[in-house]
């Protein structure tokens, strides 16, 4: 079984229980064995459900897809009734919920087998994490004094180890792309509305943030997209409509794609050499396999477009811990929030409703900005973050100058300079796992394509899975199955 768990991805795993080579329930146990070996060292995986999952399968699983694949949700987002979340913070630790969201009833009718959840920064705010409710800081496979990224870490973590073969996540300003990058594996973040967000939600962050998924290949993320694609009843608004699915993109093969690169940030700032080689290394991948590639960066007000992303999310966690304060009657208690939440909270106080309706036009008016650079150009690499995985406690959450937290020297708009454009904007980015520094950290980089262009974006990372494949890549973190 151990063989079989690591030599398969999600897709293949589901193909072993249809012809069953295997069961749901080896395969759990497997995960499960996993978990407990080695999230002592990540901790990545929190809120464990055994019994749900046991009970699913003993009630027998839809005929999905990834019938009888072990899952993990985020602990944020994705409200299941069997899965109580914390958000990543104290203040909302154990909350339950009498539904399930659209996206957890989707992935349960694509036969996954959900056990649990994996961590998350407080609020799903930073690039790293590191919050308090769990206990310790979650930690990268790929050295343990690094992070995993965030806000989708747990999830990164738990997949870089092989806990899991495919993980959810969710991505307000990059935070699957960013745990992708950091650990070595793939994550697409689709475009705006392209994902059910309900029944709890109309829209996240001014419709910045998205669900997604952390897999180790392109197609468990197809698959996964499959299954979960969709406007929910009621929706705001909907992504436009696909011209067929994930699955048929991956065989797409033949247009020459007009791609412009780029070794600085967006705002033309140097970044470190091993992302800059990883650009350049990409560049010329997709160039032999025939493409256009020139270099080229976008004329859009980045900076103007991340301050108005602060402004907005600020609002958002004023707006969530308001709202679970007046429902429960009393007050914040000391230690309830972390600093950079106090500090979000504190700054949204500031902030009057013109001020964040001029923010939220600013998002807007920076979604068409980058929307004119595309007319020209199909794709837009960069590297997906400006520099290797960082140092645990770096973006930790206790400091309470939220506005310094995002956007001063050195810190996550420096960091992360890339991801959250393309939340901003709506479009479709992927960061792909194709470059690791002389000492061994996973650095990832970014694909971006116009509104809509999903299908078109899929099928090029699928290309460039196969001129250049990383599935075989594992962490020095492993699980080792005892001698029987």
Same mark, same amino acid.
């Given at each position: 079984?151990?063989?079989?768990?690591?030599?398969?991805?999600?897709?293949?795993?589901?193909?072993?229980?249809?012809?069953?080579?295997?069961? *749901?329930?080896?395969?759990?146990?497997?995960?499960?064995?996993?978990?407990?070996?080695?999230?002592?060292?990540?901790?990545?995986?929190?809120?464990?459900?055994?019994?749900?999952?046991?009970?699913?399968?003993?009630?027998?699983? *839809?005929?999905? !897809?990834?019938?009888?694949?072990?899952?993990?949700?985020?602990?944020?987002?994705?409200?299941?009734?069997?899965?109580?979340?914390?958000?990543?913070?104290?203040?909302?630790?154990?909350?339950?919920?009498?539904?399930?969201?659209?996206?957890?009833?989707?992935?349960?009718?694509?036969?996954?087998?959900?056990?649990? &959840?994996?961590?998350?920064?407080?609020?799903?705010?930073?690039?790293? %994490?590191?919050?308090?409710?769990?206990?310790?800081?979650?930690?990268?496979?790929?050295?343990?004094? &690094?992070?995993?990224?965030?806000?989708?870490?747990?999830?990164?973590?738990?997949?870089?180890?092989?806990?899991?073969? /495919?993980?959810?996540?969710?991505?307000?300003?990059?935070?699957?792309?960013?745990? /992708?990058?950091?650990?070595?594996?793939?994550?697409?973040?689709?475009?705006?509305?392209?994902?059910?967000?309900?029944?709890?939600?109309?829209?996240?962050?001014?419709?910045?943030?998205?669900?997604?998924?952390?897999? =180790?290949?392109?197609?468990?993320?197809?698959?996964?997209?499959?299954?979960?694609?969709?406007?929910?009843?009621?929706?705001?608004?909907?992504?436009?409509?696909?011209?067929?699915?994930?699955?048929?993109?991956?065989?797409?093969?033949?247009?020459?794609?007009?791609?412009?690169?780029?070794?600085?940030?967006?705002?033309?700032?140097?970044?470190?050499?091993?992302?800059?080689?990883?650009?350049?290394?990409?560049?010329?991948?997709?160039?032999?396999?025939?493409?256009?590639?020139?270099?080229?960066?976008?004329?859009?007000? %980045?900076?103007?477009?991340?301050?108005?992303?602060? &402004?907005?999310?600020?609002?958002? %966690?004023?707006?969530?811990?308001?709202?679970?304060?007046?429902?429960?009657?009393?007050?914040?208690?000391?230690?309830?929030?972390?600093?950079?939440?106090?500090?979000?909270?504190?700054?949204?106080?500031?902030?009057?409703?013109?001020?964040?309706?001029?923010?939220?036009?600013?998002?807007?008016?920076?979604?068409? @900005?980058?929307?004119?650079?595309?007319?020209?150009?199909?794709?837009?690499?960069?590297? %997906?973050?400006? @520099? *290797?995985?960082?140092?645990?406690?770096?973006?930790?959450? =206790?400091?309470?100058?939220?506005?310094?937290?995002?956007?001063?020297?050195?810190?996550?708009?420096?960091?992360?300079?890339?991801? /959250?454009?393309?939340?901003?904007?709506?479009?479709?980015?992927?960061?792909?796992?194709?470059?690791?520094?002389?000492?061994?950290?996973?650095?990832?980089?970014?694909?971006?394509?116009?509104?809509?262009?999903?299908?078109?974006?899929?099928?090029?990372?699928?290309?460039? @899975?196969?001129?250049?494949?990383?599935?075989?890549?594992?962490?020095?973190?492993?699980?080792?199955? !005892?001698?029987?």
């Amino acid at each position: 079984m151990n063989d079989i768990y690591e030599s398969y991805d999600a897709v293949g795993l589901a193909e072993l229980v249809s012809r069953r080579e295997t069961t *749901p329930s080896e395969l759990l146990d497997e995960a499960l064995k996993r978990v407990e070996a080695l999230n002592p060292a990540i901790n990545a995986v929190t809120m464990m459900q055994e019994g749900v999952a046991r009970r699913l399968i003993e009630e027998g699983l *839809p005929d999905g !897809p990834l019938r009888g694949v072990p899952f993990l949700l985020k602990d944020l987002g994705a409200e299941a009734i069997d899965f109580p979340t914390n958000s990543g913070s104290r203040l909302f630790a154990g909350t339950r919920y009498a539904r399930d969201s659209t996206i957890y009833a989707r992935l349960k009718a694509a036969g996954l087998v959900t056990f649990g &959840r994996t961590t998350s920064p407080e609020g799903g705010i930073g690039p790293t %994490t590191e919050a308090a409710v769990y206990g310790g800081p979650t930690r990268n496979p790929w050295n343990l004094g &690094r992070t995993p990224g965030g806000s989708s870490g747990g999830a990164g973590a738990a997949v870089s180890a092989g806990i899991v073969p /495919a993980a959810h996540g969710s991505d307000g300003g990059g935070s699957v792309r960013i745990p /992708a990058s950091s650990c070595g594996l793939f994550g697409f973040k689709p475009t705006r509305a392209r994902l059910p967000d309900g029944p709890y939600v109309g829209e996240g962050w001014a419709g910045m943030a998205i669900d997604g998924f952390l897999t =180790r290949s392109v197609r468990d993320t197809a698959v996964l997209l499959d299954a979960t694609h969709g406007s929910d009843l009621g929706a705001p608004y909907a992504a436009p409509p696909l011209k067929a699915s994930f699955a048929d993109a991956l065989n797409q093969r033949g247009r020459r794609l007009r791609v412009a690169f780029s070794t600085t940030s967006l705002t033309g700032q140097p970044i470190d050499p091993e992302c800059r080689a990883a650009v350049i290394a990409a560049a010329k991948l997709l160039e032999d396999l025939g493409h256009h590639v020139e270099e080229a960066l976008p004329q859009a007000d %980045t900076p103007g477009m991340m301050a108005a992303w602060t &402004r907005i999310v600020a609002c958002g %966690t004023a707006l969530a811990v308001d709202a679970t304060v007046a429902k429960r009657g009393r007050p914040l208690a000391d230690g309830e929030i972390e600093g950079i939440s106090r500090g979000a909270i504190a700054f949204a106080r500031t902030l009057s409703g013109a001020d964040y309706l001029e923010a939220v036009g600013k998002i807007h008016a920076y979604g068409r @900005e980058m929307a004119a650079f595309f007319q020209d150009r199909d794709v837009l690499l960069t590297a %997906t973050l400006a @520099e *290797p995985p960082a140092m645990i406690g770096r973006f930790d959450h =206790r400091p309470e100058d939220y506005v310094d937290y995002r956007m001063g020297p050195g810190r996550v708009f420096d960091y992360s300079p890339f991801a /959250a454009a393309f939340n901003a904007s709506g479009q479709p980015a992927a960061s792909l796992p194709l470059h690791w520094t002389t000492d061994g950290l996973p650095v990832g980089v970014q694909l971006a394509v116009a509104f809509g262009e999903d299908e078109l974006l899929m099928g090029l990372c699928a290309r460039i @899975e196969e001129a250049a494949p990383w599935f075989a890549r594992r962490p020095p973190l492993r699980y080792v199955a !005892p001698r029987s």
